[in-house]
């Protein structure tokens, strides 16, 4: 079965593992501090902080911004769980935005509506907005970071698909509040499993740290109780473990000097679908916006005639192609809808993901691999 995505492991990435095991630290040690400090360097961001899952980063971000219960954020309905789910954790309401239709990302005239929308009673209550840069498209920062500022809102987004992405000419992780990245092995780096929040703002990486380890500080500025000796520390918050151990931050830490021509490579095969594609008429090929470049986490096709996507998945499976659909609407899940979210709420959301698959793309998918995959989705529709 050819995968939707898939890592790439290099012996140099193997040695940095082995190297880090080797060490004194096997957890929260120097490697952790080292992946940190690359992160944001390479997206400019002036703090970043590593988490055992990039859900984990989420969480720590919906708490450094300061939701709780009976708030509530805007976010997008297509994508995946975590991005709403971490929210919830904290007590917070999502309400769901609908997408553009050529993106699929949150569309900030959407999100504008539900804020003058909303009854004044509930408009205290709305702390966030939360933006998804689907498929690896950024969503539209500069509208979403004004509309944050006039409406006294934090900005997050999820940017586990994006890192590698630009945005008018600028990388992902500065240009955010908050900016989270997923190291999972279907991301554009992988540390197995993990995650990072970047930000600018001193006040919430100091949260996020505190958050990250049980909501313990040993930091001397930060204790309400001074000059208790080496050993003292303070539980401040109800925090949970979320480091990353060093194994992890080792790997990524290689990985992330090979993040540039991993992007070059998923660009190579977006390419050469784009062009084998082009006059395909039963299919919507997807749609790099003109503001940016996108880090090509998902190819992500849509039927004309979304009836026939069982039979499309079907062949595909039968042929060993390992396509994925990107994403049952959040709402519509069980758990959503036993909350009270209804079908019909974000029309654009449900019919992107009524027609949508998405066809394997990552960095070591060989040209025989691609064409195959081409040859049998261009016999489907003959
Ligand atoms: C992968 C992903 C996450 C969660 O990241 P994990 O590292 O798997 O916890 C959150 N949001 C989106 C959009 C994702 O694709």
Not at 263 to 273: E, T
Not at 336 to 363: D, T
């Amino acid at each position: 079965m050819i995968p939707y995505s898939h890592q790439v492991i290099g012996e140099d990435d193997l040695r940095a593992v082995a190297k880090a095991l080797r060490s004194d630290w096997l957890t929260q040690g120097p490697e952790v501090l080292r992946f940190e400090k690359a992160l944001a360097k390479y997206s400019g961001a002036r703090y970043a902080v590593a988490f055992s899952h990039g859900t984990a980063a989420l969480h720590a971000a919906f708490f450094a911004a300061g939701l709780k219960r009976g708030d509530e954020f805007i976010t997008t309905p297509l994508t995946f769980a975590a991005t709403a789910n971490a929210g919830v954790w904290q007590g917070a309401k999502p309400i769901f935005a609908d997408v553009e239709w050529d993106t699929g990302n949150i569309n900030p005239h959407e999100v504008e509506k539900k804020i003058s929308n909303l009854p004044r009673s509930r408009r205290g209550k709305l702390k966030a907005i939360v933006a998804v840069d689907y498929s690896g498209v950024p969503v539209r920062l500069d509208e979403f970071k004004k509309m944050a500022h006039k409406h006294n809102l934090i900005f997050i987004e999820d940017a586990a698909h994006a890192l590698g992405a630009t945005y008018k000419g600028k990388k992902i992780g500065a240009l955010a509040d908050m900016t989270m990245f997923s190291f999972h092995p279907v991301k554009s780096i992988t540390t197995g499993e993990g995650g990072a929040i970047l930000t600018n703002n001193k006040e919430w990486y100091e949260k996020m740290l505190l958050f990250r380890n049980h909501g313990i500080t040993k930091n001397p500025k930060l204790l309400k109780k001074k000059n208790q000796g080496k050993w003292y520390y303070e539980m401040q918050a109800l925090g949970l473990n979320y480091r990353m151990t060093d194994m992890q931050a080792s790997l990524g830490f290689s990985q992330l000097k090979k993040l540039t021509k991993f992007i070059s490579a998923r660009r190579v095969v977006a390419k050469r679908y784009m062009q084998a594609f082009r006059n395909e008429k039963n299919i919507i090929l997807p749609y790099e916006a003109s503001y940016g470049r996108s880090a090509w986490h998902l190819f992500p096709i849509r039927l004309v005639n979304p009836k026939k996507r069982p039979f499309v998945f079907k062949k595909l499976q039968e042929a060993g192609i390992g396509a994925q659909v990107h994403y049952i609407p959040v709402y519509l899940h069980p758990y959503y809808k036993k909350l009270g979210y209804k079908k019909g709420l974000c029309p654009n959301a449900e019919r992107f993901y009524a027609s949508e698959i998405s066809i394997p793309i990552f960095p070591s998918l060989s040209i025989k691999e691609q064409n195959y995959i081409i040859k049998k989705i261009k016999e489907l529709f003959e």
